[in-house]
């Protein structure tokens, strides 16, 4: 966490002259609720965009795998291969966009939110499991992503890369280029071209009940922490004490500068 | 063109093929070999010169479904006839001789030719317990191939079995099946899996190999590209009805009849690689689609396994029994993960109706008085 990036593009000219650090005199109270800007456009964007384009992908992917509700028309499973490859192509650019921001968002959007590489991230992945388990009372007080969250987030960033592996050496199957050299190799790791159809149909199910229990668990955490995490997935922002900043892990002096 | 006594020409003729139907018949390898059309008398040529090129036809644990596939087209080829004349030399199940005269006869034929002959092997090798399932002659099938690999030009694997094992390499197998490159990795070995593999494709690339003095162009796994390059999905007669949505849902419906397609019957074309749409069986008469039947993948690796439910979609998921499908797995996945949410937001209704009962404890009274309080937007 080297310097702070994007806050202050956020808070506006407000900041322009500001001093680097609070004016000695100036008293704020430790229970001022103030609002800060966590999620950067390009997080929202990309998350919106990859969840329609799941929500896409599913129903069509759904049809190509035993179609059925439609009836026989046209070409309709010709038209629903080419809705499945535009929603595949824009969900990759959204996974690559997103991919791009781990290394230049800000420091809740960035991959050292995800990977739990310092101890303070470990010890949290630990209590916030406790937390979840009822045996700890309190959550650790956090601004962005908790550890536990981030990790699973990683997990489904893994399966997603899944999911665009095996799509894309299914779609290669036919010969089509640059897919079929591109990713020729990934059948004989999954035990046959029948097996790599079947991680791509059981990963849909496994990102479908990620999806249940991610719209639960954000209803959970904006219900204690009281912040409008959940308006923060539209708006970039959470509201939030200046003690919790001072509190949480990923807050600090440099964050509560930056609050409005 | 000239033509050179022992030719495999020079046999043809002498067994009444006219010289037209051997002209039609180096076009049509070039065909099946996806040469262009020029190759026709490219190949005719060589074949008019290239000498008799002596066969060991090697058989192990199988069902002689090959040599059957060979032996009954319905009326004699050109295709038959140059496989004939190829291979007289040994060949456990059409060779008059047996027992030791046999064995006899391949000894004489790798003596008569050393590094000058083709082996075909059908049928897969038991390695278990030091080869014991099968035996001939006294020795162990995989020591016969060994010994008859190592001197040949070139090794052809016909059907699934000599692929990888096939049948009797299925889960459950006791004898350790399995195919000739995992027996002989340093020979020249091309794969010609099915079950069983097309005569046409085979005659094909022995053809290649008299012509270009190789065999021809393979994928990952050792099969010829001009019969394994492409899904029987992409070249299926019955592709229109799939991309139009038309499908089978239940053997003899009404679909069935009109010969719609059969993928929500578990037909495996769009993952199995060969050329039957085209090439056919039996002389090009029919083939399991056109016949009515979903592909089962026969020329896929494992396909026991990795094909089977024949009649699903989707493999099933390992860990879990055969009569489970995916979905149900996928299912159960959602179900569970739902089940756990609904106990857990149970769970959490009854902290919060328990906290709020409680006194607030001294250290968070701060934040109990804020929860509530205005927000500054």
Same mark, same amino acid.
């Given at each position: 966490?080297?310097?702070?990036?994007?806050?202050?593009?956020?808070?506006?000219?407000?900041?322009?002259?500001?001093?680097?650090?609070?004016?000695?005199?100036?008293?704020?109270?430790?229970?001022?609720?103030?609002?800060?800007?966590?999620?950067?456009?390009?997080?929202?964007?990309?998350?919106?965009?990859?969840?329609?384009?799941?929500?896409?992908?599913?129903?069509?992917?759904?049809?190509?795998?035993?179609?059925?509700?439609?009836?026989?028309?046209?070409?309709?499973?010709?038209?629903?291969?080419?809705?499945?490859?535009?929603?595949?192509?824009?969900?990759?650019?959204?996974?690559?966009?997103?991919?791009?921001?781990?290394?230049?968002?800000?420091?809740?959007?960035?991959?050292?939110?995800?990977?739990?590489?310092?101890?303070?991230?470990?010890?949290?992945?630990?209590?916030?499991?406790?937390?979840?388990?009822?045996?700890?009372?309190?959550?650790?007080?956090?601004?962005?992503?908790?550890?536990?969250?981030?990790?699973?987030?990683?997990?489904?960033?893994?399966?997603?890369?899944?999911?665009?592996?095996?799509?894309?050496?299914?779609?290669?199957?036919?010969?089509?280029?640059?897919?079929?050299?591109?990713?020729?190799?990934?059948?004989?790791?999954?035990?046959?071209?029948?097996?790599?159809?079947?991680?791509?149909?059981?990963?849909?199910?496994?990102?479908?009940?990620?999806?249940?229990?991610?719209?639960?668990?954000?209803?959970?955490?904006?219900?204690?922490?009281?912040?409008?995490?959940?308006?923060?997935?539209?708006?970039?922002?959470?509201?939030?004490?200046?003690?919790?900043?001072?509190?949480?892990?990923?807050?600090?002096?440099?964050?509560?500068?930056?609050?409005? | 063109?000239?033509?050179?006594?022992?030719?495999?020409?020079?046999?043809?003729?002498?067994?009444?093929?006219?010289?037209?139907?051997?002209?039609?018949?180096?076009?049509?390898?070039?065909?099946?070999?996806?040469?262009?059309?020029?190759?026709?008398?490219?190949?005719?040529?060589?074949?008019?010169?290239?000498?008799?090129?002596?066969?060991?036809?090697?058989?192990?644990? %199988?069902?002689?479904?090959?040599?059957?596939?060979?032996?009954?087209?319905?009326?004699?080829?050109?295709?038959?006839?140059?496989?004939?004349?190829?291979?007289?030399?040994?060949?456990?199940?059409?060779?008059?001789?047996?027992?030791?005269?046999?064995? %006899?006869?391949?000894?004489?034929?790798?003596?008569?030719?050393?590094?000058?002959?083709?082996?075909?092997?059908?049928?897969?090798?038991?390695?278990?317990?030091?080869?014991?399932?099968?035996?001939?002659?006294?020795?162990?099938?995989?020591?016969?191939?060994?010994?008859?690999?190592?001197?040949?030009?070139?090794?052809?694997?016909?059907?699934?079995?000599?692929?990888?094992?096939?049948?009797?390499?299925?889960?459950?197998?006791?004898?350790?099946?399995?195919?000739?490159?995992?027996?002989?990795?340093?020979?020249?070995?091309?794969?010609?899996?099915?079950?069983?593999?097309?005569?046409?494709?085979?005659?094909?690339?022995?053809?290649?190999?008299?012509?270009?003095?190789?065999?021809?162009?393979?994928?990952?796994?050792?099969?010829?590209?001009?019969?394994?390059?492409?899904?029987?999905?992409?070249?299926?007669?019955?592709?229109?009805?799939?991309?139009?949505?038309?499908?089978?849902?239940?053997?003899? %419906? %009404?679909?069935?009849?009109?010969?719609?397609?059969?993928?929500?019957?578990?037909?495996?074309?769009?993952?199995?690689?060969?050329?039957?749409?085209?090439?056919?069986?039996?002389?090009?008469?029919?083939?399991?689609?056109?016949?009515?039947?979903?592909?089962?993948?026969?020329?896929?690796?494992?396909?026991?396994?990795?094909?089977?439910?024949?009649?699903?979609?989707?493999?099933?998921?390992?860990?879990?029994?055969?009569?489970?499908?995916?979905?149900?797995?996928?299912?159960?996945?959602?179900?569970?993960?739902?089940?756990?949410?609904?106990?857990?937001?149970?769970?959490?209704?009854?902290?919060?109706?328990?906290?709020?009962?409680?006194?607030?404890?001294?250290?968070?009274?701060?934040?109990?008085?804020?929860?509530?309080?205005?927000?500054?937007?």
């Amino acid at each position: 966490m080297t310097t702070l990036q994007t806050p202050a593009e956020g808070s506006g000219p407000r900041m322009v002259g500001a001093p680097p650090f609070p004016h000695p005199l100036v008293i704020r109270p430790h229970d001022e609720r103030v609002r800060i800007y966590v999620w950067q456009v390009p997080v929202r964007v990309t998350h919106w965009v990859t969840f329609f384009s799941i929500l896409l992908l599913v129903v069509t992917g759904a049809y190509i795998g035993d179609p059925y509700l439609l009836p026989p028309d046209g070409s309709i499973m010709r038209a629903i291969r080419f809705i499945h490859m535009v929603s595949a192509f824009t969900f990759l650019a959204s996974g690559l966009l997103r991919l791009y921001w781990l290394f230049v968002g800000n420091r809740f959007s960035r991959w050292t939110a995800f990977v739990p590489v310092t101890a303070s991230q470990r010890r949290e992945l630990i209590k916030q499991i406790g937390w979840y388990l009822f045996v700890r009372k309190e959550a650790p007080r956090v601004l962005g992503h908790n550890a536990l969250a981030a990790g699973t987030y990683t997990a489904i960033f893994v399966l997603f890369l899944v999911q665009t592996v095996t799509g894309f050496a299914l779609a290669g199957m036919h010969g089509t280029e640059p897919w079929a050299t591109l990713f020729g190799w990934v059948p004989s790791l999954m035990g046959g071209v029948s097996g790599m159809r079947l991680i791509h149909h059981l990963v849909m199910w496994v990102i479908l009940a990620f999806m249940i229990h991610h719209v639960y668990s954000a209803l959970l955490v904006d219900h204690w922490e009281r912040n409008g995490l959940m308006s923060s997935i539209f708006s970039g922002y959470k509201f939030v004490t200046r003690g919790e900043i001072e509190e949480a892990r990923d807050g600090g002096m440099e964050i509560e500068e930056l609050a409005e | 063109m000239a033509t050179v006594d022992g030719s495999v020409y020079h046999a043809l003729i002498a067994r009444g093929v006219s010289r037209r139907s051997f002209l039609k018949f180096s076009a049509a390898m070039a065909g099946a070999l996806m040469l262009p059309a020029a190759y026709g008398p490219r190949i005719a040529n060589a074949l008019s010169t290239a000498k008799r090129l002596p066969v060991i036809w090697l058989e192990g644990q %199988d069902c002689a479904g090959n040599t059957e596939a060979f032996l009954r087209a319905s009326h004699p080829t050109v295709a038959e006839i140059i496989l004939d004349t190829l291979s007289v030399d040994y060949h456990e199940t059409i060779m008059a001789a047996a027992g030791r005269q046999a064995e %006899d006869a391949r000894k004489a034929t790798m003596k008569a030719f050393p590094n000058g002959y083709l082996v075909v092997v059908e049928g897969s090798i038991p390695i278990a317990e030091g080869g014991i399932y099968c035996t001939i002659g006294g020795r162990t099938f995989e020591d016969t191939v060994k010994e008859v690999c190592a001197g040949a030009k070139a090794v052809i694997a016909v059907g699934s079995c000599a692929f990888d094992g096939g049948l009797p390499a299925a889960k459950g197998g006791p004898t350790g099946a399995v195919g000739v490159s995992q027996v002989v990795p340093k020979a020249t070995v091309v794969n010609m899996p099915g079950c069983p593999m097309n005569v046409q494709n085979l005659t094909a690339a022995i053809v290649h190999f008299l012509t270009f003095g190789s065999l021809p162009a393979t994928d990952s796994l050792g099969r010829p590209l001009f019969a394994y390059g492409q899904l029987i999905h992409d070249q299926c007669e019955r592709r229109a009805h799939f991309e139009r949505g038309e499908f089978v849902t239940a053997w003899g %419906d %009404d679909a069935s009849r009109k010969g719609w397609c059969l993928y929500k019957m578990g037909c495996k074309g769009p993952e199995t690689y060969a050329n039957c749409p085209t090439a056919r069986f039996n002389d090009g008469t029919s083939w399991p689609v056109k016949a009515g039947h979903g592909c089962v993948g026969c020329t896929m690796p494992s396909f026991w396994d990795q094909m089977s439910p024949f009649y699903g979609r989707l493999s099933t998921t390992p860990g879990f029994g055969s009569d489970v499908t995916a979905d149900q797995v996928g299912l159960g996945i959602v179900a569970t993960v739902a089940g756990l949410t609904a106990l857990h937001a149970g769970g959490s209704y009854v902290r919060h109706k328990r906290d709020a009962a409680a006194p607030p404890p001294p250290a968070e009274a701060v934040e109990a008085g804020t929860a509530t309080g205005g927000t500054q937007a």
